[in-house]
């Protein structure tokens, strides 16, 4: 038998992993017959080798085996053997904590051939509800106010996320999180806060977008920090501006793009403000300022300071 679990959102493609493992714990206690391979590093005959020995116990092998997309070999190999791998008693799980490319020959065969389960980032309503549980778990609870600070401040980053609620939750031992301990705890987001910066370029408030910038260079932020934040908005922006060019639905073009649906409700609304021209050409300051910072033509907040007030 044979499982896929794959999807953008690497913090539940984990957590699915665990729970087959866990699992399979439980009925097989010795967990002698519990192997791990990296395809980087083994070949698909280090796969077979395995599933041929026989276990001293009777027992069930649960082989994990994780970065098959990055070995070509591994993966035609796979393909060309699947139905006898899908028909042994021993379980393989196909870990793929990414959106891998769909049209791949091995991503097809898997796809008809094994139980697949994708891990697509969060929507909205369903982050919410997942938070909620993270702090039941703590027997914490939160104000709704309070988790749309903490949805805003950190987005859909599950890693973070957990660690915020436990945070949070060691903070109020047993009692209820509410805005004010967000604020407290939860620091802002550098990226939501640089979307903030190109949102008031967008309203032609230079004035805001260039005292946002300054607030996390005086916190400390290095300014070729900054600049890789503005260049990476500015990037998922020619993305969104692209497919939207095509013509495709909202839905479509979010799942195409790769994007947070969070991050991409707000792409959305600001790609629509620029052409697809001015948005090439904005993108080719940003490498030209870089450049300029990194061959030291122009100090590096001044460069910053030069290219907001360009756009």
Known sequence: ??????????????????????????????????????????????????LKITSMFAEKKLIIVKNVFENLKFQEAFVENIKNLEDSKDIIVISEPTAPDQ?????????????CQEFEFLQPAMLRKWIIQEFEKNNIKVN?????????????????????????????LGGIVDKKDVELLVGSNIENDI??????????????????LHKH??????????????????RN?????????????????????????????????????????????IYQKIFQVDSDIKTGKVEPETALDLLLASI
């Open 144 to 172: 709704m106010d309070a988790l749309d600070l903490m949805i805003s401040r950190v987005g859909g980053d599950l890693w973070q996320m957990v660690n915020e609620v436990k945070k949070l939750s060691n903070f109020k």
């Open 217 to 234: 260079l005086d916190d400390g932020e290095a300014p070729l920090k900054l600049l890789a934040m503005i260049s990476y908005q500015f």
């Open 1 to 50: 038998m044979i499982y896929f679990i794959y999807g953008q959102d690497s913090h539940r493609v984990k957590g699915k992993v665990e729970e087959i493992i866990l699992g399979y714990k439980k009925v097989h206690e010795s967990g002698l017959n519990l192997i791990y391979i990296d395809a980087v590093e083994k070949s698909f005959g280090d796969l077979c080798n395995n």
């Open 237 to 281: 922006l020619l993305v969104i501006r692209e497919l939207q060019d095509m013509g495709l639905p909202y839905a479509a073009a979010v799942k195409k793009s790769g994007l947070h649906p969070f991050v991409a409700q707000k792409i959305f609304y600001i790609a629509n403000q620029f052409s697809m021209l001015k948005l090439k050409k």
């Open 103 to 115: 049209r791949t020959k091995f991503f097809k065969a898997l796809l008809k051939n094994v139980k």
């Open 195 to 212: 979307f903030k910066t190109i949102d008031a370029l967008v309203s032609k408030d230079k004035k805001l977008a260039l005292s946002l």
